[in-house]
């Protein structure tokens, strides 16, 4: 692989000389919100390692005690707070440094607003030191926010430069979790057009701390990053086709996408606003499982559907799994594109624990018709053809991405007068039905797969979603935890030359260099039916304890 310097690898969209300006200003006006006093030496910008999640233990700005706070998960965060032995300004300042200085080496943010979080902060302990109480299940807890997450008095964004705005309302999620207790501090990253699984915008290329030359995923890329730095022990992410389970997948983290329609959506920046072909999931990128079920069960008991008519009033119901033996699938592949070596080993690894296991029975998964269940989907996501991305690109002046290129080309995109819309949504029901029948008779509760075709790739690779969007298409819930595996290139190789199974297959393998891959964390992802999201997290609690016992 050739190097690339660190500012190369950083650079972010371009554009025409006026985007440029504008572009320049938006990144100039960030750069200037970093305080002097968390700026890293240049010498370490110049060349910094490919893991780089060390540095803000390392480069000395950060005190023992806000090192010790920014080691905690969201639960403990809460704990402390609500217990009197940590404080909400305390909390959102050791998250706001160390975020800080987790941006200058990824590109994670678009926004840094930590004065005004202390702000929040600061009102909170004051009601908690008068009141002897907590404002609700979130106090004092610092929360991330993905860029289009209107969030008032912040920098939000639905994709383009065109779309850039300084929001004057909260959106419907920001508002319930400031609701709540929750402390924001900052916006991050996302790709142009929110359809990537990678995220390169205006304001940079965001890099996974664990290996820079690998994607941290998309769309909500700057979120998993910034976790995984432990600038951040929650993150609000977005999924429409796995943009919350491939970005927590490749940085190492924890992270959920509901069913759609449980959690609220109403309000956040987009382009093409009725489009409801596949209807995109609200939810928590976080450092650990149980911090997944806190942020659910603080946002469902808020009751969202009675702010937003499209919200469901479904409740979460997490089951006890110790009256009952769980049947997990394993699904080692889709039939359409065979994971790297590293994922695998972990597949390989869990089915051996969960076999010896007397908790659970385990039944080997057959996938059904992935290939034509993703290529539905691809055409779902654009039914203009693409049209609105290509307008909105030239009315910026803003170069197109080539994944955003990739994204909206033929075969798969076309556009659709009214009755072919209708004929795609009828190919996608029927698809969905399929699928229940074929899911029942496979007589499982849960699958556990791969969330992605390998370990986090290369930048600009990411042609394959299907790990992840299939189940976007048919709305069954899923959770991605990290594996405590790491891919190596000792043992992480073909044992024979691989047989391709169809052309996205031979692309996957083409990418295969053990070496590339140095250091990224393996993931796998649990999955249920429609509305079993607390059958998700209870099950992958089960399966993650006997995989790391």
Request: glycine residues 8%.
């Amino acid at each position: 692989m050739v190097k690339v310097s660190f500012k190369e690898k950083i650079k972010g969209v371009g554009g025409d000389a006026s985007y440029e300006a504008k572009a320049r200003v938006l990144r100039e006006q960030l750069e200037a919100k970093i305080p002097a006093g968390l700026k890293l030496p240049p010498a370490i910008l110049e060349d910094p390692p490919l893991d780089i999640t060390h540095i803000p233990e390392t480069c000395g700005l950060l005190t023992a005690q806000e090192l010790a706070i920014t080691e905690l998960d969201a639960t403990a965060v809460c704990q402390k707070i609500a217990a009197g032995e940590l404080t909400a300004v305390e909390a959102v300042t050791a998250f706001g440094k160390r975020a800080a200085i987790a941006h200058q080496l990824t590109a994670c943010l678009m926004d840094f607003f930590l004065d005004e979080g202390i702000k929040q902060a600061q009102q909170l302990d004051e009601y908690f030191q008068k009141e002897g109480k907590v404002i609700g299940p979130l106090h004092g807890l610092p929360i991330s926010v993905k860029g289009h997450y209107p969030l008032k008095g912040t920098v939000g964004c639905g994709g383009f430069l065109v779309n850039m705005e300084t929001s004057t309302e909260d959106c419907d999620m920001t508002s319930i979790l400031r609701s709540l207790g929750a402390v924001f501090y900052v916006k991050t990253n996302q790709p142009q057009s929110l359809m990537h699984l990678e995220s390169k915008s205006t304001y940079g290329r965001v890099l996974n701390p664990h290996n820079t030359n690998l994607t941290p995923g998309g769309s909500s890329g700057g979120e998993s990053a910034l976790v995984a730095m432990k600038g951040s022990c929650m993150g609000l992410g977005t999924d429409g086709g796995g943009s919350i389970r491939g970005p927590s997948a490749h940085c190492g983290i924890y992270g959920i996408r509901p069913s759609s329609r449980t959690t609220p959506t109403h309000g956040l920046l987009w382009y093409q606003h009725g489009q409801d072909g596949v209807i995109p999931s609200t939810g928590p990128m976080c450092r650990s499982a149980r911090d997944m079920r806190l942020f659910l069960e603080a946002v469902l008991d808020a009751n969202p559907a009675l702010r937003d008519p499209d919200v469901l009033p479904i409740p979460l119901k997490v089951p006890d799994l110790t009256q009952k033996k769980l049947r997990v699938g394993i699904m080692m592949h889709d039939g359409v594109v065979m994971p790297h070596p590293p994922t695998i080993r972990a597949l390989n690894l869990l089915k051996a624990k969960l076999e010896a296991s007397s908790e659970v029975e385990v039944v080997d998964y057959v996938p059904y018709d992935h290939d034509r269940g993703y290529s539905i989907v691809r055409e779902l996501y654009y039914e203009d053809g693409g049209a609105t991305v290509r307008r909105l690109l030239e009315e910026g002046g803003e170069e197109m991405d080539p994944l955003t290129e990739w994204v909206i080309s033929p075969p798969y995109v076309k556009n659709h007068d009214a009755a072919q819309v209708w004929k795609l949504r009828d190919r996608r029901d029927n698809f969905r039905r399929e699928y229940s029948d074929h899911w029942w008779s496979q007589n499982v509760d849960v699958v556990v797969c791969p969330p992605f075709q390998g370990t986090a790739s290369p930048h600009d690779t990411t042609k394959y979603w299907s790990y992840t969007a299939i189940w976007n298409l048919l709305d069954y819930p899923g959770a991605v935890f990290p594996t405590g595996l790491v891919a190596d290139p000792a043992i992480d190789v073909y044992q024979e030359p691989p047989i391709p199974m169809s052309a996205a297959d031979e692309y996957n393998i083409s990418l295969y260099d053990a070496a590339i891959f140095k250091g990224a964390p393996v993931s796998l992802q649990t999955v249920s039916r429609r509305f079993n999201d607390g059958l998700v997290l209870a099950a992958q609690d089960v399966i993650e304890r006997i995989l790391k016992s």
